[in-house]
């Protein structure tokens, strides 16, 4: 056998060994490198929601889930915003000055930014518990001033149809307004709020 032949194989056999060792290290480390991403769930957790409002009747309300929180989308009718607009109702924050209780877009006296829709995490900001919807008038155990709103079972927190809180009740602030931008007219996407559309 001639030293050329030897010297072939040898430098074959280490181009073979070198390369086999680099595809099995590239084999070890896509796995390794991917369990550091978040799983699917996860992703799916923090991800907007898009939700069909087409079917939500005027007057009435829906609640989907977002990043495991309830969302509560109350579609008010012209008497409700009405009804909301003449109330006399003492508000601890009336005029939403609280800014991490929702975005500057919703940061006005309906805390939306189609008054016909309000969109608020249905978690009352006392305990956490999650509040009822009493939409009727002046019902007997939450007196003549009551005009609908809001009331959390758990502590007997107010909330009004923006979600402000009544003044005297145990939750601090009001209820929180989501992220959230409108895609067409019957679209609503949940936790995105770039390039809200009116």
């Known amino acids: 056998m001639s030293e050329d032949n030897g010297l072939s194989r040898r430098r074959f056999l280490s181009v073979a060994t070198s390369i086999t060792g680099a595809v099995g290290a590239v084999a070890v480390a896509v796995p390794f490198l991917s369990s550091w991403q978040p799983s699917a769930r996860a992703r799916a957790l923090g991800a907007p929601v898009e939700v069909d409002l087409s079917k939500l009747e005027m007057g009435s309300m829906m609640r989907v889930v977002w990043r495991g929180k309830p969302i509560s989308i109350l579609r008010r009718s012209p008497e409700m915003l009405e009804r909301m607009a003449d109330s006399n109702a003492d508000l601890r924050d009336p005029d939403s000055e609280v800014v991490d209780q929702q975005p500057d877009y919703a940061a006005n006296k309906t805390r939306s930014v189609r008054p016909e829709f309000l969109i608020v995490i249905s978690s009352c900001t006392h305990l956490g518990c ?5 939409f009727e008038v002046a019902p007997a155990d939450l007196g003549p001033d009551w005009v609908g709103g809001f009331f959390c079972p758990c502590h007997g927190s107010k909330f009004d149809l923006a979600g402000r809180v ?7 602030t009001n209820l929180e307004v989501p992220p959230h931008r409108f895609v067409g007219d019957t679209t609503l996407l949940i936790g995105l709020d770039t390039e809200v559309a009116a």
Request: a positive charge.
């Open 130 to 134: 999650v509040p009822v919807n009493r």
């Open 166 to 172: 009544y003044a005297g009740v145990p939750a601090p």
